[in-house]
């Protein structure tokens, strides 16, 4: 480490990630890392703030979010989240193929519109 006292960020800590700010609740989503575990974010208003990666948290994906695998196996593939069982997450990826895989490891991310 560089010996600074910055917290460590986020596995999905990423650019795309839907995140909401602990301090009201507001929903955004990550256009840009920064330095530092810093992040520029888009609100939903459109309009852009830079948050530290401490005052966000992800927002848990629902069924027919679309979702970044974020750890395990299928890290980096991305699908549609189509149902979820348990600790288990059913997605079907790009490629229409269906992936089984723990939904602790699901990031919701906006697809490309």
Wanted: aromatic share 4%; with cysteine.
């Amino acid at each position: 480490g560089d010996g600074g006292g910055g917290e460590e960020a986020a596995v999905w800590f990423m650019e795309r990630v839907c995140v909401q700010r602990k301090s009201d609740g507001a929903t955004a989503v990550i256009k840009e890392i920064g330095a530092n575990n810093t992040a520029t974010v888009e609100l939903e208003d459109k309009s852009s703030t830079t948050v530290r990666a401490g005052e966000v948290s992800m927002v848990p994906p629902k069924e027919k979010d679309m979702v970044l695998v974020t750890g395990g196996a299928d890290v980096g593939v991305e699908g549609e989240l189509v149902c979820i069982d348990g600790t288990d997450a059913i997605l079907k990826d790009s490629n229409e193929d269906f992936k089984i895989v723990d939904f602790v490891h699901l990031a919701k991310i906006v697809g490309d519109a």
